[in-house]
């Protein structure tokens, strides 16, 4: 049985862009029995590769540490296999209470550039985490909006 290891979950109840594109991964190529493995660091998640803790690593080449973690260890991890597949739709969600909207929230630098943000008097770039990070914020009031996975804007 191959293992697997890729950026994971935040929340037992929804699953990273990097979980849905291995699960598609595995299906495209008929692989059932593979062994799941989540990190929240792709470096955790390379040096396991490296000393054989798991067989393969995803990396979504949109991540903004994909060239780092490629190009550092290329004479000893190789790039395996290509695969193209959606990713879940984002949207900028923006809370009742707080119209007009003078702060957004963003996860930084993965979708800084996604969208225009000048309307946004000031602009929070989160730097740790991921879309769920910015989810959770807009709901503790940390923004008044942000970018964050359309399936959890209400």
């Known amino acids: 049985m191959s293992s697997f290891i890729t950026l994971g979950r935040e929340r037992m109840d929804f699953s990273t862009n990097h979980e849905l594109a291995l699960q598609r991964y595995l299906d495209f190529h008929s692989v059932s029995d593979a062994q799941v493995v989540n990190t929240k660091s792709f470096h955790d998640a390379l040096e396991r590769v490296r000393c054989g803790d798991v067989d ?6 949109v991540h903004p540490v994909a060239d780092s973690i490629i190009g550092k260890h290329f004479r000893e991890v190789f790039i395996i ?17 707080r119209r007009p909207a003078k702060i957004i929230g963003v996860l930084h630098p993965s979708t800084t550039t996604y969208t225009d943000l000048s309307r946004w008097e000031k602009h929070i770039l989160c730097s740790t985490g991921s879309l769920l990070t910015i989810y959770n914020g807009l709901l503790k009031g940390e923004y008044d909006s942000g970018l964050i996975y359309k399936e959890l804007a209400k």
């Open 81 to 97: 296999d290509a695969f193209i597949t959606p990713s879940r739709p984002i949207c900028i969600a923006t809370r009742k209470d």
């Open 56 to 61: 393969h690593l995803l990396v979504n080449a």
